[in-house]
């Protein structure tokens, strides 16, 4: 069966199993490119890029875990907040805590073939080794994790630890290089915001929701909002009409 054929089974299969991550993956643009990644990545427009002959060595259900890990990246915003960042390290600080959720909920991911899933052991611990331990991952953001790498001093030696995908980084561009408009950019946060939040009622009202997810939800949609714009909203209900 051609990869493209067993793409389209695996999101078929999530529908039935699992509507939060089915609802997340439906709003991706799947591409075949073996020229753009070696396995699988996605940029932060929601374009999904895969090279057939890594998805053809996959699994059906690791299939199912490639899609949701790959979404979640866009879900989670870890694509724009890393833009600035040292991309490998908030990469694998990324893949932690989506790996964390995806493990938590029985998905099957990659082990070896092009890159092995970096998941958190039964403690929710993850050992680089050199006497660096990430403890709690259930608890901390992808930021978190990958402020905790920075300072740990042993940036070098935990880039070895590469996952199976790589990401195309900023909220600026595409794949090709193409600039994108602040509203494009605005309206395609908006965008993932809003599916994001979609998908979890939808998730919530069949009660199928994931475990974990919860709390990110809070962390992306609850977003802190200005004292002085709330006051001013506050304020001007109060004030007559006509005045400044």
């Known amino acids: 069966m051609k990869s493209n054929d067993r793409i389209i089974r695996a999101k ?3 529908q039935k199993e699992t509507p939060f991550f089915a609802y997340l993956v439906m709003n991706l643009k799947i591409k075949e490119d073996d ?4 396995t699988m990545g996605v940029d932060s427009f929601g374009n999904l890029y895969y090279n057939t002959k890594w998805v053809s060595k996959l699994t059906d259900g690791e299939i199912k875990g490639v899609l949701s890990h790959e979404v979640l990246h866009l879900a989670l915003e870890h694509l724009i907040r890393g833009k600035d960042k040292e991309h490998e390290i908030y990469n694998i600080a990324s893949d932690l805590c989506i790996n964390y959720i995806l493990n938590n909920n029985n998905f099957q991911l990659p082990n070896g073939k092009g890159g092995k899933a970096l998941i958190p ?3 929710n611990e993850f050992d680089f080794g050199n006497n660096l331990i990430i403890k709690d991952i259930d608890k901390k953001s992808a930021d978190e994790i990958y402020n905790e790498i920075m300072n740990s001093g042993h940036i070098k030696k935990v880039k070895i630890f590469n996952g199976f995908d790589k990401h195309i980084y900023g909220n600026g561009k595409d794949k090709g290089g193409k ?3 602040k509203n494009e950019i605005r309206q395609n946060k908006k965008k993932w915001n809003r599916v994001f939040s979609e998908a979890s009622i939808y998730a919530k009202q069949q009660g199928k929701l994931p475990a974990g997810i919860d709390r990110l939800v809070d ?3 609850n977003e802190k909002i200005s004292w002085k714009s709330l006051l001013y909203k ?3 209900r109060e004030l007559p009409y006509d005045y400044t």
């Open 179 to 181: 600039s994108k408009s």
């Open 219 to 221: 962390i992306i949609l």
């Open 35 to 38: 020229k753009a990644t070696q």
């Open 12 to 14: 078929v299969h999530l």
């Open 121 to 123: 052991d039964c403690y």
């Open 234 to 236: 506050y304020i001007t």
